[in-house]
């Protein structure tokens, strides 16, 4: 069983910067592409980034303009959200999702919460202003 585990929110002022990880456990392959996705209450989840566990490709939503970075160790099985600027906007719960995705079939749809099979708790981030 696949497991994701959230660490790293927290409260920060308007321009400040946090790093989100998602350790990784249960997994017996590098075919799981990672996402990140954020829900403030009363919103819809909605995508953050995206990154291909082979090759390293990444995405991103076009609101972010650059802000966030997605990364991953491939030694520790953990994928990283940089997040740099924060604005109040950016309060949400984040989760982290996995995808098991061996030939990058599904990549097309990385932006899209069905696409990810393996979900953590979130952790809850707070930008105060």
């Known amino acids: 069983q696949v497991q994701l585990v959230e660490s790293g929110g927290g409260l920060v002022q308007t321009g400040g910067s946090l790093r989100l990880s998602c350790a990784v456990s249960?997994?017996?392959?590098?075919?799981?592409?990672m996402g990140w996705f954020r829900q403030a209450p009363g919103m819809e989840r909605e995508f953050v980034a995206a990154?291909?566990?082979?090759?390293?490709?990444?995405a991103y939503a076009d609101y972010l303009k650059g802000r966030f970075t997605i990364a991953k160790e491939d030694a520790k099985n953990t994928a990283y959200l940089q997040m740099n600027s924060l604005k109040p906007e950016d309060t949400a719960v984040y989760f982290c999702?996995?995808?098991?995705?061996?030939?990058?079939?599904?990549?097309?749809?990385?932006?899209?919460?069905?696409?990810?099979?393996?979900w953590g708790q979130g952790t809850q981030v707070t930008v105060s202003s």
């Open positions: 990154i291909r566990w082979t090759g390293g490709s990444t």
């Open positions: 249960g997994r017996t392959s590098n075919w799981h592409d």
């Open positions: 999702a996995s995808a098991p995705d061996q030939l990058g079939i599904t990549w097309g749809a990385r932006s899209s919460p069905s696409r990810y099979t393996y």
